[in-house]
T-cell receptor, first 117, second 114 residues
Framework: AQKITQTQPGMFVQEKEAVTLDCTYDTSDPSYGLFWYKQPSSGEMIFLIYQGSYDQQNATEGRYSLNFQKARKSANLVISASQLGDSAMYFCAMREGGETSGSRLTFGEGTQLTVNP | GAVVSQHPSWVICKSGTSVKIECRSLDFQATTMFWYRQFPKQSLMLMATSNEGSKATYEQGVEKDKFLINHASLTLSTLTVTSAHPEDSSFYIC??????????FGPGTRLTVT
């Protein structure tokens, strides 16, 4: 069964506007974490933001915030004030189990974001 | 921040030959390293997890005899693609982890088998 679902293969946003990238997940483990990564055309994976399942507050990192709705099993990424450099592929990922170094990540299919000038 | 390097960044090899990809953690000791494969316009698929000094754990469907992983030290893991075929052409990414759940990704290696 698909554990991470990103339903938007492609998204377009105007420069300086906000955009929400959707991510839903499925797990029966009470301890898990959700990540968002950005992958530009160069291929490197850039860590953006992390939300642990027990975190009470939604995670924020600069222009990135994670809208964590635990009951709905969703972890949407919100990018405020989009910039041309935000054009890239975005992946949602989940680790299950405790916060140990051996935790595997499962990735969603990704969303290609294009920021228009 | 934690830095992970990969070498080479791209490689072209002939069908039937073997190619080795190195993954190094430059400023930390990685207790666990992960190898992923990514086909064009697709997601990252975990191939195997390796812990220093022990055998790698391969994901279902990944041929362990074809994709040899060695994690000889806390800063180096290698992936050897043996008897490469054109269908092995892909983007291979490693990540390294220590102490916590965070994974630090290398820049990736683009393999083309002709």
């Amino acid at each position: 069964a698909q554990k991470i679902t990103q339903t938007q293969p492609g998204m377009f946003v105007q420069e300086k506007e906000a955009v929400t990238l959707d991510c839903t997940y499925d797990t029966s483990d009470p301890s898990y974490g959700l990540f968002w990564y950005k992958q530009p055309s160069s291929g490197e994976m850039i860590f953006l933001i992390y939300q642990g399942s027990y975190d009470q507050q939604n995670a924020t990192e600069g222009r990135y915030s994670l809208n964590f709705q635990k009951a709905r099993k969703s972890a949407n990424l919100v990018i405020s004030a989009s910039q041309l450099g935000d054009s890239a592929m975005y992946f949602c990922a989940m680790r299950e189990g405790g916060e140990t170094s051996g935790s595997r990540l499962t990735f969603g299919e990704g969303t290609q974001l294009t920021v228009n000038p | 921040g934690a830095v992970v390097s990969q070498h080479p960044s791209w490689v072209i090899c002939k069908s039937g030959t073997s190619v080795k990809i190195e993954c190094r953690s430059l400023d930390f000791q990685a207790t666990t390293m992960f190898w992923y494969r990514q086909f064009p316009k697709q997601s990252l698929m975990l191939m195997a997890t390796s812990n220093e000094g022990s055998k790698a754990t391969y994901e279902q469907g990944v041929e362990k005899d074809k994709f040899l992983i060695n994690h000889a030290s806390l800063t180096l893991s290698t992936l050897t693609v043996t008897s490469a075929h054109p269908e092995d052409s892909s983007f291979y990414i490693c990540s390294a982890s220590w102490a916590t759940y965070e994974q630090y990704f290398g820049p990736g290696t683009r393999l083309t088998v002709t």
